[in-house]
């Protein structure tokens, strides 16, 4: 199986980036697409109503999610929801025509089904306070996002609080991440032999 990992983190040296490396060196067949090495413009200036040509970095992204069959995206909780770039990332890759078609009544297909996913999540808020107010990054990326564009079983996994985590913790974080990575690669392989 192969796996495309989205690090949606603007800094590289942070601790999302460092998970999205981790889940694909254990994943064993994956690559890391980091959004804010991409040259793009992150704003889909006519909205849905005219068509803005893809740059090179955009068009490229495209192909590296079709190819796959499982999709990470890596992101930090950032005032509820996800960083700039990811967000114009996501706005000017996952389009109508490419992503998802309407259906008459308003209804959508995902055109990008047959496919799982994981959202891998970074917080500051203890899982408690996401549990009262509502973990409205996950809901987005998951529901709004990933489930809307057709990807069938999207799993969330959150790592937190980090704001005062000790680096003993965040070792931990991940090796954590990397065994879930293996057991996904795990789970598709033996998916796969079920389909053969």
Same mark, same amino acid.
């Given at each position: =199986?192969?796996?495309?990992?989205?690090?949606?983190?603007?800094?590289?040296?942070?601790?999302?980036?460092?998970?999205? $490396? /981790?889940?694909?060196?254990?994943?064993?067949?994956?690559?890391?697409?980091?959004?804010?090495? @991409?040259?793009?413009?992150?704003?889909?200036?006519?909205?849905?109503?005219?068509?803005?040509?893809?740059?090179?970095?955009? *068009?490229? *992204?495209?192909?590296?999610?079709?190819?796959?069959?499982?999709?990470?995206?890596?992101?930090?909780?950032?005032?509820? %929801?996800?960083?700039?770039?990811?967000? +114009?990332?996501?706005? $000017?890759?996952?389009?109508?025509?490419?992503?998802?078609?309407? /259906?008459? +009544?308003? !209804?959508?297909?995902?055109?990008?089904?047959? $496919? %799982?996913?994981?959202?891998?999540?970074?917080?500051?808020?203890? =899982?408690?306070? !996401?549990?009262?107010?509502?973990?409205?990054?996950?809901?987005?990326?998951? +529901?709004?996002?990933?489930?809307? %564009?057709?990807?069938? $079983?999207? #799993?969330?996994?959150?790592? +937190?609080?980090?704001?005062? %985590?000790?680096?003993?913790? /965040?070792?931990?974080?991940?090796?954590?991440?990397?065994?879930?990575?293996?057991?996904?690669? #795990?789970?598709?392989?033996?998916? @796969?032999?079920?389909?053969?």
């Amino acid at each position: =199986m192969t796996a495309l990992v989205i690090d949606g983190h603007p800094n590289p040296d942070s601790l999302t980036a460092s998970l999205a $490396r /981790r889940y694909a060196e254990a994943h064993g067949d994956a690559t890391v697409l980091a959004v804010r090495d @991409l040259a793009f413009d992150p704003n889909l200036r006519l909205g849905y109503q005219g068509e803005q040509q893809p740059e090179p970095d955009i *068009a490229r *992204a495209q192909e590296l999610i079709a190819a796959a069959d499982h999709v990470v995206i890596a992101a930090p909780v950032w005032w509820g %929801s996800i960083p700039a770039v990811l967000k +114009g990332f996501i706005d $000017r890759t996952f389009l109508p025509g490419w992503a998802f078609r309407y /259906r008459k +009544g308003g !209804l959508v297909t995902g055109l990008l089904a047959g $496919r %799982s996913a994981r959202v891998i999540i970074t917080t500051d808020s203890p =899982m408690w306070y !996401l549990q009262l107010v509502g973990d409205t990054t996950v809901r987005h990326v998951r +529901g709004r996002v990933l489930r809307f %564009s057709g990807f069938a $079983r999207v #799993t969330a996994t959150r790592f +937190g609080p980090v704001r005062g %985590s000790s680096p003993a913790q /965040r070792s931990a974080w991940l090796e954590k991440v990397a065994t879930i990575a293996a057991s996904d690669a #795990t789970a598709a392989q033996k998916k @796969l032999a079920r389909q053969r």
